[in-house]
């Protein structure tokens, strides 16, 4: 068995992941594998300045000797190309890359959802928003790579809608406003499993982002809609996501997937050790197949 592992984040997120990564490593460590953390920039630029075999675009030894050691690589820099490169040469990434694709971008989880028949909000992008787009304010504006509510805006009219947006329309979505504001639903899925469900609401704002102080309370959340995200899970071939869900119509709508879920809420309203969970599904995932 190879003993190695990699553990990637973007550059930005390592400060406040801190715990967490480390809580892996440890943990890896226990299992006997050597996990290392490493960014996604340091990373990349390791396998550009390794892989430079003049014009053949093979790999170079030394990127070889470094694949051959790798027994798994955990991506949560929600850079799918790097998991994409990995799986190319037999190395399982967790997330994969299709979910880590996919989870990092509004527009496609939005199209994804249709797919599988789930209810969401009335959405457009891109060219649509040329035209006069088919429902009312207020708008929900949001950037389709943006996370932790920070690029996630309420506009009054279309006019202004287009102005948060700035030239790069097809970068954003506009989003019909739910009727209930203010909450959403959270559920932690490991291997395909719903683990918690949590509620989230804030009282000052329509965003309920934890990290925007939005307050957690643990749920048991209906069994349907916990089978509609096993759905969403098991058809990427997801292993640690968060599905996210608002209120609408009386009822939930699917909002987005959480690739690079965060585990602090869980730590502070549950007893899971998600760390340790997501260590030992890895693990088993990897070693016991
Ligand atoms: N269509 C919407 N109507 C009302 N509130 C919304 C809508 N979409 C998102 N929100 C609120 O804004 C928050 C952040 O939006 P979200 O789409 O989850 O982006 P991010 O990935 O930045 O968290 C959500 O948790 C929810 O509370
Ligand atoms: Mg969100």
Redesign the pocket.
């Known amino acids: 068995m190879n003993n190695r592992a990699l553990l990637i984040y973007a550059p930005e997120d390592i400060e406040k992941n801190k715990w967490f990564a480390d809580r892996l490593v440890e943990l890896a460590s226990d299992h006997g594998i050597r996990m290392k953390m490493m960014t996604s920039r340091e990373l990349k630029d390791r396998l550009t300045s390794a892989q430079a075999v003049p014009g053949n675009g093979l790999l170079s030894a030394a990127v070889i000797n470094f694949l051959d050691c790798i027994s798994f690589v955990i991506n949560r820099s929600r850079d799918e190309e790097l998991s994409l490169f990995f799986e190319k040469h037999g190395i399982p990434s967790y997330n994969n890359s299709e979910t880590v694709r996919l989870g990092n971008d509004?527009l496609l989880e939005h199209g994804f959802f249709r797919k599988l028949g789930l209810p969401v909000?009335e959405t457009a992008c891109g060219d649509a928003l040329e035209e006069e787009i088919p429902f009312g304010p207020p708008f929900?504006v949001?950037h389709r790579r943006?996370?932790?509510?920070?690029?996630?805006f309420k506009a009054g009219s279309y006019a202004e809608a287009l102005e948060l947006m700035g030239p790069s329309k097809d970068k954003w979505i506009i989003?019909?406003?739910?009727d209930e504001?203010?909450?959403?639903l959270r559920l932690y899925m490991l291997g395909g499993r719903v683990i918690a469900g949590v509620l989230?609401r804030?009282e000052e704002d329509?965003?309920?982002?934890f990290s925007l102080g939005?307050k957690a309370e643990l749920i048991s959340p209906d069994p349907g809609i916990c089978g509609q995200a096993e759905k969403i899970a098991e058809s990427l071939g997801a292993d640690y996501i968060g599905i996210?869900l608002?209120r609408h119509g009386g009822s939930f709508v699917f909002?987005?997937i959480?690739d690079a879920v965060g585990a602090r809420m869980l730590y502070e309203v549950t007893d899971l050790d998600v760390a340790g969970m997501f260590m030992k599904h890895i693990y088993e995932k990897t070693f016991q197949n």
């Open positions: 509004k909000m929900i949001k943006g996370h932790g509510g920070s690029q996630v989003q019909k406003m739910c504001p203010g909450c959403d989230r804030s329509f965003r309920s982002n939005g996210d608002i909002n987005e959480e």
